[in-house]
């Protein structure tokens, strides 16, 4: 049961535009979402989160964005640059108050960023 | 920043060998270290949680028989397929965590490339 969603198993951006990524979420109860960012061969590595309390995340060209009721969050990344060209995990956090930090993770969009 | 290493990154064994696979936190102390599994194409799936000094807490599905999971020390966590069959051929890559905070991040692993013949 695919609890975290990446519909789009890639997308395509010319250098300087927008990249927006999707994701979507089942359960109600993930109140911490973060994006992954993975080359080959290599391990995931921390991007951005965002917490359920709030609706918009910035870090430099990144920026998150939550809409709970739509359990719907995207990662918007502007000015695209060819170094961004990678796969973009979303994951979510479903423990609430524990320290586990247990992930949930969608399958993956990869950007490709063309000059 | 924390660093995470795995080790071998790829390894090519016979059908009902058993495979040890390496997690280490090189520079911070992981309470905690996760190991996924990674399918061509899919998400990467929780296999197991493990907490330094005490058993792993496994998935539902996950066998911990076959998978044996043992997290001696604060930077080192050890993955062992026993009875690898083909079927368990997969990207495995473990993550670590430090601290105990809600929010602490996880700093993931390269990976591992498990091919079973």
């Known amino acids: 049961d695919q609890q975290v969603k990446q519909n789009s198993p890639s997308l395509s951006v010319q250098e300087g535009r927008i990249s927006i990524l999707n994701c979507d979420y089942t359960?109600?109860?993930?109140?911490?979402f973060l994006w992954y960012k993975k080359y080959p061969a290599e391990g995931p590595t921390f991007l951005i989160s965002i917490s359920s309390i709030k609706d918009k995340n910035e870090d430099g060209r990144f920026t998150v964005f939550l809409n709970k009721s739509a359990k719907h969050l995207s990662l918007h990344i502007v000015p695209s640059q060819p170094g961004d060209s990678a796969v973009y995990f979303c994951?979510?956090?479903?423990?609430?108050?524990?320290?586990?930090?247990?992930?949930?993770f969608g399958r993956g969009t990869q950007l490709t960023v063309w000059p | 920043g924390a660093v995470v290493s795995q080790h071998p990154s790829r390894v090519i064994c016979k059908s009902g060998t058993s495979v040890k696979i390496e997690c280490r936190s090189l520079?911070?102390?992981?309470?905690?270290m996760f190991w996924y599994r990674q399918f061509p194409k899919q998400s990467l799936m929780l296999m197991a949680t493990s907490n330094e000094g005490s058993k792993a807490t496994y998935e539902q599905g996950v066998e911990k028989d076959k998978f044996l999971i043992n997290h001696a020390s604060l930077t080192l966590s050890t993955l062992t397929v026993t009875s690898a069959h083909p079927e368990d051929s997969s990207f495995y890559i473990c993550?670590?965590?430090?601290?105990?905070?809600?929010?602490?991040?996880?700093?993931f692993g390269p990976g591992t490339r498990l091919t079973v013949l």
């Open positions: 994951a979510a956090n479903l423990d609430r108050g524990s320290t586990l930090g247990r992930l949930y």
């Open positions: 359960n109600s109860m993930f109140d911490y």
């Open positions: 520079d911070f102390q992981a309470t905690t």
């Open positions: 993550s670590a965590r430090s601290g105990t905070g809600y929010y602490n991040e996880q700093f």
